[in-house]
């Protein structure tokens, strides 16, 4: 049975930063591009950043480029999203999504709301 169980989301003050994480399980994590997505309140769901199987490719949303860095380790079948200097327009639910072999998987998503 996949699953993808994002955590570490939270409450962070303008400024702060925050690491949520996404534990995977069910399939050959390593053969499989994982990704960031966000959506917040009335707006659609987008990518923030996408890593592929084994990280030698990385691709940021521009809005987050130099605040966020994407990563994964394949020894725990787990990808991170590190979340610097965040924003008020960072709020919002945070979703992991893993993508190969023509299919993809999404998580529960984790909430982050950046505010004072």
């Known amino acids: 049975q996949v699953q993808l169980v994002e955590s570490g989301g939270g409450l962070v003050q303008p400024g702060g930063s925050l690491r949520v994480s996404c534990a995977a399980s069910g399939f050959t994590f390593s053969s499989y591009a994982m990704s960031w997505y966000r959506q917040a309140p009335g707006k659609e769901r987008e990518l923030v950043a996408g890593?592929?199987?084994?990280?030698?490719?990385?691709n940021y949303a521009d809005s987050v480029k130099g605040r966020f860095t994407i990563s994964r380790d394949n020894t725990k079948n787990t990808v991170y999203l590190q979340m610097n200097s965040l924003r008020p327009e960072d709020t919002a639910v945070y979703f992991c999504n893993a993508r190969g072999r023509g299919v993809q998987y999404w998580g529960q998503g984790t909430q982050v709301t950046v505010s004072s």
């Open positions: 890593i592929t199987g084994v990280g030698l490719k990385i």
